[in-house]
């Protein structure tokens, strides 16, 4: 009986390591894809300030435009 005991014990032993190694790597994991998840949020942050920026910039020409071309062809219109 005392060999049967050990060699549950050892069995058991055993088991509790690998569940232990296999918590250690997920945990590791999950620690690696939490700082990757964070470095693209601070890329896409970036990104979606230089894109409103870009936007910004954009509708302010574009605006700019509109208001030259409405003062054209109000002119325009007196000629007529």
């Known amino acids: 009986m005392d060999r049967l005991e050990k060699e549950l014990q050892s069995y058991a032993r ?3 390591q690998k569940h232990d190694a ?3 790597a997920f945990d ?3 620690k690696e894809m939490e700082m990757t998840l964070n470095k ?3 890329i896409n942050g970036a990104l979606f300030q230089q894109f ?3 936007m910004s910039d954009a509708e302010a020409f574009f605006a700019k435009k509109e ?3 409405a003062r054209m062809f109000r002119q325009g219109g007196e000629f007529l």
């Open 40 to 42: 693209l949020e601070k």
């Open 28 to 30: 590791a994991w999950g």
């Open 14 to 16: 055993a088991k509790h």
């Open 52 to 54: 409103q920026a870009n």
């Open 67 to 69: 208001k030259q071309f």
């Open 22 to 24: 296999f918590m250690k």
